[in-house]
């Protein structure tokens, strides 16, 4: 049985997923559609300004596997843009790092896999919700305290 493609590790979910052309109806638009792991090879590369080595390893894949990713999304983008069609950010093979943050009642829980952009609060069923809130904050916090000394 041939190994289920190996899932790209994202750290972000945009605030908002869906991009149209203004002043067009939406039945007259074609739609792209961009998946999660390319908004964020784009992301890594293009906003945060990282070379692909430093991307490649923040989404665990290879440096020609990134690129390939890259290179797929810069093409749809400039296609939206080109002519005018809107662009959808939905699915993608990927992983969520991080957790998400209930702002009404403070439930914090582990993203799932494949999680939709919106997601809801599994405690009291909101969606005012802060999308993946590094876990790796407190880990942090715990090393500057060290290097402070223990006395
Ligand atoms: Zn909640």
Redo the contacts with the bound molecule.
């Keep these: 049985m041939p190994r289920p493609p190996k899932r790209r590790m994202v750290e972000f979910l945009p605030p908002c997923d869906h991009f149209k052309p203004a002043g067009v109806p939406l039945a007259e638009l074609e739609e792209v559609q961009l998946s999660v792991d390319e908004l964020e090879s784009i992301r890594l590369k293009d906003h945060q300004g990282l070379d692909h080595e430093a991307c490649a390893q923040r989404m665990q894949v290879s440096r020609s596997t990134f690129h390939r990713i890259l290179r797929s999304a810069h093409e749809k983008v400039a296609a939206a843009l080109t002519e005018g069609k809107s662009v959808r950010i939905e699915g993608g093979n990927y992983r969520l790092l991080g957790r998400h943050l ?1 702002r ?2 403070g ?1 914090l829980w582990r993203a799932r896999d494949d999680e939709a952009c919106d997601p809801i ?1 599994p ?2 069923g ?1 969606e005012d919700v802060v999308k993946g809130v590094p876990t790796h904050r407190r880990r942090r916090r715990n090393r500057s305290h060290r290097r402070g000394g223990w006395r």
């Design positions: 209930c009404q009642c439930g609060c405690h009291c909101c």
